[in-house]
């Protein structure tokens, strides 16, 4: 395998870091708010892809781009107002349950409503086909896709770390009883966070739909890479959640890299494995009072 | 608290004596002549084969519902117990279940050649029939062959003849280079085998090959590495969602080397739209096929679930019909007097194609016709579904259906061992 190659398959593994970090953050954010495990994240992702199909004849692909997040947001928040609130003083195992449930639930909806059959789903002719770097070769969807996942990302930060709503957040993060304390009420912030989160899973959805199976246990798959790639960055810190986004994507691309891509995907378990070892916080994980 | 209180000696006595009771009383019940027949439906519901296990269970009750609205077989009514069959371990524990506990009178089902592998090893310790709908595997008709187990399924030897004569005849094969990408199982495996033993046959050779783990949803690396290589031919011998991810980012890339292969199932084809869909694959069945009885089942699948049916509904209902069949003429469920019925040359199916199908003794395998068929430009396509036209049946109508088996790879077949 020539060099040139080699260096195709590191650079093709970081930018599939972008979408791992697309899913995984949101993840990462309502866990690090209320203490909820979202098992249902992969659900909602599933949700996202399916809306696309939905509303794509009457708003055109760059319309559901827009709409599906926050369609997604929406139910997250109304999930969120429902059903975890209930939970977020409760032991993280009722929580687990919860969102297992739910996440069930929705599976079985979409397979009620949509069929279990895989569904097609077309891109725009705009973004197909491929585009040169140099000799780099690479898919102008998967630029599309990757510029919205930074825009998302990068908004997401600036709303965490340059607002009042943010500061707020963050606060909450580290210590919601002294907030609470300071006669800030937390209950709104969850609601929005929530639906941030739930949000950023449907617009992945939604984006990975053109390039992926679209079936009703799309999910599951996406779930498991999102907690391996949050339990790697660590909890609570949101540049460790980028880093091991892009370092989960990197890892795979050397492997392939090294022509070894059945080892593709244990690899990844691997490096989780080793991260937990070496550090069980994760790679940039806060010490959180609650949590400890 | 409310439970123990209320739970008390005499409480206990009855409930355990009325559950013994019941446990000596059960087997009488189960053994009634008169009883419904059971039948252990086993598939993949998740995981990447779980889509076309979907097609299957929904196959399998048609054909149950129209067996018993015709008054069943021979007056007994059909019941059906769908289980998930997961992985190989859970597959043999499930299969174990049916056998032991809900006296199945046959197991039909399965799609993974690794799982078809561990209930066939199950079943012929139970001595009860598994008629194998969905795995491909040669080395299932060959070295870990069972007696108990029959194959409805075509076999990858089928598929690498038919697909490797279309290949031949568009001068594909001689002197071309292939990059290979196989699904990293048994069956893939298997199929890899085959497809470069074909190739060395007939003087192409290899420009790359890659394992592609079963789960896998990203194959953009692959692309890069087929572009680098720049073959002649793209040959996959993927299954299940690895198909329909491959043809969405083989479009997404814009790749256009030629793309063939002898891994296929048509749900995947429709999952990966007319967008993306090319090429000429192999098949068992498809609902195009113009027969008075295709045209039949695909109506009747229509009307109940609002969509065609695939490759591997017709299969899963396919089975319960020679079953039945089997049943009918056999007059009982007794699994000895079935492989006896199997095995007789005499015996024939309608497979709803042209010709009618038969049972190869030596392996067991369905021997039948196959198609090939081919995506129809973007553009041309009427609905979501007829995306592709069918072939003639194949092999040619003068020449026996054995040739579609002739080469197999994976051993041969010995029942008594």
């Known amino acids: 395998m020539s060099l040139f190659l080699f260096l195709s398959q590191l650079l093709n593994g970081l930018l599939d870091g972008f979408y791992y970090l697309l899913i995984a953050i949101g993840l990462s954010l309502i866990f690090s708010l209320g203490g909820i495990v979202n098992l249902a994240h992969g659900a ?26 926050l369609i997604v947001a929406g139910l997250g928040m109304i999930v969120e107002r429902l059903l975890f609130t209930r939970f977020y003083r409760a032991d993280p195992l009722y929580s687990l349950l919860l969102t297992f449930g739910l ?43 990757i510029t919205v996942a930074v825009l998302a990302v990068a908004a997401l930060w600036l709303l965490l770390n340059r607002t009042a709503f943010g500061r707020i957040v963050r606060a909450g993060i580290q210590n919601p009883d002294v907030l609470g304390a300071m006669g800030i009420s937390l209950r709104p912030y969850l609601s929005v966070v929530a639906g941030i989160g739930i949000g950023l899973a449907g617009l992945a959805g939604m984006l990975m739909a053109p390039i992926v199976p679209v079936h009703p246990a799309m999910g599951t798959e996406v779930l498991t890479a999102a907690f391996v790639v949050v339990v790697i960055g660590g909890l609570g810190s949101f540049w460790g959640v980028v880093l091991a986004a892009i370092l ?17 995907l244990a690899a990844i378990y691997l490096l989780m494995f080793l991260v937990l070892l070496l550090r069980p916080r994760g790679l940039m994980g806060e010490r959180i009072l609650r949590f400890e | 608290m409310t439970l123990r209180s209320s739970f008390d000696r005499r409480g206990f006595l009855r409930t355990t004596s009325a559950a013994a009771l ?95 592998l561990t209930i066939a090893q199950t079943v012929e310790r139970g001595k009860t029939l598994f008629l ?9 008709r060959g070295a870990d062959c069972k007696r108990h187990m029959f194959h409805v399924e075509t076999q990858n030897a089928m598929y690498v003849n038919a697909e490797g004569q279309h290949l031949l005849q568009s001068g594909l094969v001689e002197g071309k280079k292939w990059y290979v990408l196989t699904a990293d199982y048994a069956f893939g495996h298997d199929l890899l085998a085959g497809a470069k033993a074909f190739l ?3 003087g192409g050779s290899i420009a790359g090959e890659d394992l592609v783990p079963t789960d896998a949803t990203d194959f953009s690396s692959f692309m ?44 995947m084809a429709w999952a990966a739209g007319v967008q993306n869909f090319r090429g000429t694959w192999p098949c068992v069945w498809n609902h195009q096929i113009d027969t008075e009885r295709s045209q039949a089942f695909t109506k009747a699948f229509t009307d109940k679930y609002g969509m065609p049916p695939e490759n591997q509904a017709w299969g899963d209902y396919m089975a319960i019909q020679i079953l039945a069949q089997a049943i009918r003429e056999t007059k009982g469920t007794d699994a000895a007097a079935i492989i006896e019925y199997f095995e007789d040359p005499e015996a024939k199916f309608d497979m709803m194609k042209t010709r009618e199908g038969y049972f190869n003794s030596e392996n067991h395998q369905l021997l039948q016709e196959i198609y090939a068929i081919t995506a129809v430009p973007a553009g041309d396509a009427e609905n979501e579904w007829d995306i592709f036209t069918t072939s003639e049946p194949l092999p040619a109508p003068d020449q026996p259906l054995e ?15």
């Not at chain 2, 088996?405 to 029942?415: E, H, L, P």
Request: negative net charge; aromatic residues 10%.
């Open chain 2, 224 to 267: 890069l590495k087929i572009r680098a290589a720049e073959p002649d031919l793209v040959a996959l011998n993927l299954a299940g969602t690895q198909i329909t991810s491959f043809f969405k980012q083989y479009g997404e890339f814009g790749l256009d080397f030629p793309v063939g292969g002898f891994g296929f199932d048509t749900a």
């Open chain 1, 44 to 69: 909602f992702f599933a949700i996202g892809a399916y809306l696309a199909i939905a509303l794509t004849p009457y708003t055109g692909f760059f319309g559901a781009v827009i709409l599906v997040p």
């Open chain 2, 403 to 417: 040739t579609l088996i002739a080469d197999a790879v994976g051993g041969s077949c010995s029942f008594s061992a």
């Open chain 1, 103 to 145: 996440a069930m639930i929705i599976e079985q909806a979409l397979r009620w409503s949509f069929g279990a059959a895989p569904l097609a789903y077309n891109m725009p002719e705009l973004l197909r086909g491929q585009v040169f770097i140099g000799d780099f070769i690479y898919s102008r969807y998967r630029i599309f896709l």
């Open chain 2, 132 to 140: 194998n709908t969905g795995a491909n595997s040669d080395a299932l």
């Open chain 2, 200 to 202: 060395e046959r007939n």
């Open chain 1, 248 to 264: 989960v994507g990197v890892v795979k691309g050397f492997v392939i890299g090294i022509n070894l891509p059945s080892w593709s």
């Open chain 2, 22 to 116: 019941g446990t000596l009383a059960a087997p009488s019940i189960l053994r009634a002549q008169d009883g419904p027949i059971i039948l252990g439906h086993l598939t993949p519901h998740t995981g990447f084969l779980g889509p076309l296990g979907e097609y299957a269970v929904m196959a399998a009750e048609l054909a149950v519902e129209e067996i018993n609205a015709a008054d069943g077989i021979d007056g007994r009514q059909l019941q059906l117990i769908k289980e998930d069959s997961v992985n190989p371990q859970t597959a043999s524990t499930k299969a174990e279940r049916m056998i032991g506990r809900d006296k199945v009178a046959a197991i039909i089902g399965e799609i993974s050649s690794a799982s078809a």
